[in-house]
DNA sequence: TCACTCGAGGTGACACGGTA
DNA sequence: TACCGTGTCACCTCGAGTGA
């Protein structure tokens, strides 16, 4: 049974009584940020970045998106590597009672590893003590459905069991970070590799994309959040990186080399 | 395990050119 | 002449990676 029960836009700890609001618990700007953050990344260690980010914003540790097409497992986390490791050599997906609730909710969800059968030796048993061990014992969860029977699974994990319930968002914002997650993680692998001298950071990108929108460097600091030095420094960094002697100039070799796309 | 290196992120101070 | 936007330089903190 698990601990919180959904109760339209609020969630209740059932044992402390507490509500929760969905939504209101998140910090907007974060998502923002987060979405801007994944429309710019050029490599998987962006996206990584941008969510580890993220999760931390909300209270969390580690995110882990699973994607499963019939016995294919695909997985992108923050978890720790031997976990992971673990998690796809014993085929932990199939008992999984994440990867199960999320088949049959088909909404966002949190668990916890407390409710899980913890006596008896059964693999469910080990599974559980296996996940605490890794540091893994709370979270949310999403799951989605995509294309040709597709599912996408993205979790976000808390050691902490002593209660506290993270933030947490609504559904339709859920579905859209994980369908954006997934379509940049699958053109990224589609694209071809580029000198990595070249290749910007998330925040650099950040900027740029904002300078390309005709903002200048206290508006980018205004949507950013970020001081209009710091916005500076990372669009002159950018500039070192790509040899151009402007911002203007700047934008125009970024268009030109596909780093920017013109939404 | 620990020290070291490196890159990313963040900020301050200052200079320079354009403009009202 | 003051203000604003932009560019340069320097510094700090933090986390990840690496080698002894």
């Known amino acids: 049974m698990p601990i919180i029960q959904r109760l339209g836009w609020q969630i209740k700890d059932r044992f402390t009584g507490q509500e ?7 910090v907007d700007g974060e ?3 987060l979405v801007d953050m994944l429309e710019v990344a050029q490599d998987e260690a962006m996206i990584k970045g941008a969510l580890r980010q993220f999760t931390h914003s909300c209270g969390y540790e580690r995110f882990a998106y699973l994607e499963k097409e019939g016995a294919q497992i695909r997985t992108f986390s923050s978890y720790p590597k031997p976990w992971e490791g673990l998690y796809l050599s014993a085929d932990y997906s199939s008992i999984d009672p994440v990867v199960t609730e999320a088949k049959r909710k088909r909404d966002v969800f949190f668990w916890t590893a407390e409710d899980w059968p913890g ?5 469910l048993r080990k599974f559980r003590d296996e996940a605490i061990d890794h540091g893994i014992r ?14 996408m699974l993205l979790t976000f994990a808390s050691s902490k069991g002593d ?6 968002f609504d559904s339709r914002r859920a579905v859209q970070l994980v369908m954006m997650v997934h379509y940049r993680l699958k053109m990224i692998a589609a694209k071809v590799a580029i000198n990595p001298k070249q290749v910007l950071s998330p925040r650099e990108m950040l900027c740029l994309t ?3 929108k005709g903002k200048n460097t206290l508006e980018t600091a205004a949507v950013t959040g ?3 030095r710091t916005v500076q420094h990372y669009l002159d960094k950018a500039r070192a990186k790509l040899g151009a002697e402007s911002v203007p100039q700047l934008v125009g070799i970024a268009k030109d080399r596909g780093l920017l796309s013109s939404n």
């Open 226 to 228: 970020i001081n209009s």
């Open 20 to 26: 929760h609001r969905i939504g209101e618990a998140f």
């Open 210 to 212: 904002w300078a390309m």
């Open 119 to 123: 006596r008896g030796s059964s693999p």
């Open 163 to 168: 209660g506290g319930v993270p933030a947490a």
């Open 138 to 151: 709370c979270g949310m969860t999403i799951p989605v459905e995509g294309g040709y029977g597709v599912s």
């Open 31 to 33: 998502f923002r940020s």
